[in-house]
């Protein structure tokens, strides 16, 4: 049961945005402008850090509904989430996401964990500045989305077909879609 | 020296604002909602606890960033912070202040910690659902900004003009002055 009252029958995040619509515009702009704007990392990239992030930090809400933008976004190797889930160095993902997902996992933690030798491997791998300050903020980013979901004690679902939905928006039509009507956000990855 | 190419001299959030301006405009939007928008809490309570949760998380550039707006917004009572900071249970703080500061460290180690014996407790002693609420978005933001910040190893200043310089602007003008004309935020506490 949620620490506060909330919107009855919404999930996670969302029941925090239809109730605090001041704070709910910004964090949806920000979701977008890392998650869907423009990035040396695809979305697929973006939102397989997103989800590794949550899922470190153990936060069902996101780590589901970010699984699901992921595999809406990977299409026929939607497999990979899975696999970068319970071991991302032997998952069938680039030597850079490797790198880069050794990154988010340090920021997660603590932002000073990172050294020179991480980001150089990421550099040796293909990282560009851009691939790494965006692993770093979108790390970040969702260590507050996950904080702020589960401080509250908001509703985490049970049913998958919710967070299907909530991939298919997202990937579909971007963060705030539900909020709003805006430009569809390029699906390439 | 920080993990990729920043502008030189600026430092801590600021010269990541600076470099990236897509994520800027919503960083700030949001700083802005949630520190100097509509709220229960005064603009200095919300300061107290951005610190706070900084000050945790060992990141130097926010915790001397926002203790300087918190000092320049509580004029007379600026010895408050550094005792907060040292010890808040026997700092000259209301009593739901300290039950939302141990709700604030607790999102700020992980969300799912927050018990409803610590949210009866802030309540108990006046805190309504928005201050609650907000308490946790704070917290959550915060270990969003300190982790961005640290994560990119961005310059910390050691000289203490520059946080007043920042405590200054922030206080008078609100988060994002530095990058738009725009509204004064209400200074009331």
Redesign the interface.
């Known amino acids: 049961m949620p ?3 909330l919107p009855e029958g919404e999930p996670g995040i969302v029941s ?1 945005m239809v ?2 619509r ?2 709910e ?3 949806n ?2 979701g ?3 998650m869907c ?2 990035s040396s990392l695809t979305r697929a990239e973006r939102e397989l850090i997103a989800t590794y992030v949550s899922h470190g ?3 069902r809400f996101c780590t589901n509904s970010h699984a699901a933008v992921a595999r809406r976004l990977l299409g026929p190797r939607a497999d990979i989430v899975s696999q970068v889930l319970s071991d991302p160095e032997s998952a069938p993902i680039s030597d850079k996401m490797k790198a880069l997902l050794v ?1 988010a996992d ?3 933690r ?3 964990l ?1 050294t ?1 030798e991480d ?1 150089a491997r990421a550099r040796a791998a293909g990282a560009d ?1 851009k691939a ?2 965006d692993t ?2 979108i ?3 969702f ?11 908001t509703w985490t679902p049970e049913d998958p077909s919710v967070y299907e939905a909530i991939g298919e928006r997202i990937a579909t039509k971007g963060y705030g879609s539900r909020f709003r009507e805006g430009p569809t956000p390029p699906m390439a990855e």
């Open positions: 620490h506060i009252p925090l109730a605090f001041e704070s515009k910004p964090l702009a920000l977008q402008a890392v704007g423009p930090n153990q936060c990154i340090k920021v997660r603590d932002g000073r990172v020179p980001v500045d790494i300050h770093v903020l790390a970040a980013m260590c507050m989305f996950n904080r702020y979901v589960d401080g509250l004690a």
